[in-house]
């Protein structure tokens, strides 16, 4: 079995000293960090006894639910830009730079999902209509 403790202090690491600005902030951020850990050596705990899943297995899929939201969040950040935003868009190579995509995965990134969630988080419909539906399966 793996010790909660080392699996907190994998998933919240200490910051590396000079990574802190200002550099005064230091001991503040790692005290930050060792009450993250507890926090998270608290919900691991509970959660694995609670549904008597292994630790390292809760940890592993709670991270692929987060990284699983923040590709959602980049794709919907990448339909903003592109349908969006003022009255141009987001170049596709800044896009792709950016967010660490392809240009022409850019291009397929997003889909009319994603405009319709853009479009009713802000609440306003896209500038300009789309020109390719064909990756409005998304």
Same mark, same amino acid.
């Given at each position: 079995?793996?010790?909660?403790?080392?699996?907190?202090?994998?998933?919240?690491?200490?910051?590396?000293?000079?990574?802190?600005?200002?550099?005064?902030?230091?001991?503040?951020?790692?005290? %930050?960090?060792?009450? %993250? @850990?507890?926090?998270?050596?608290?919900?691991?705990?509970?959660?694995?006894?609670?549904?008597?899943?292994?630790?390292?297995?809760?940890?592993?899929?709670?991270?692929?639910?987060?990284?699983?939201?923040?590709?959602? !969040?980049?794709? !919907?950040?990448?339909?903003?830009?592109?349908?969006?935003?003022?009255?141009?868009?987001?170049?596709?190579?800044?896009?792709?730079?950016?967010?660490?995509?392809?240009?022409?995965?850019? @291009?397929?990134?997003?889909?009319?999902?994603?405009?319709? %969630?853009?479009?009713? %988080?802000?609440? @306003?419909?896209?500038?300009?209509?789309? @020109?390719?539906?064909?990756?409005?399966?998304?």
């Amino acid at each position: 079995m793996y010790p909660i403790e080392e699996l907190a202090a994998l998933r919240n690491p200490m910051p590396e000293p000079g990574s802190v600005t200002p550099e005064d902030c230091y001991d503040d951020a790692c005290e %930050q960090v060792v009450e %993250q @850990r507890k926090k998270d050596v608290l919900h691991l705990e509970g959660a694995s006894d609670g549904l008597e899943v292994d630790p390292l297995l809760l940890a592993l899929e709670d991270l692929k639910a987060r990284k699983e939201a923040v590709d959602a !969040q980049i794709r !919907q950040l990448l339909a903003y830009g592109r349908e969006f935003h003022g009255s141009r868009p987001y170049g596709l190579e800044d896009l792709a730079r950016h967010a660490g995509y392809s240009t022409s995965g850019v @291009r397929t990134a997003y889909g009319e999902t994603e405009i319709r %969630q853009v479009a009713a %988080q802000i609440g @306003r419909e896209p500038n300009r209509p789309r @020109r390719d539906t064909a990756a409005g399966g998304r």
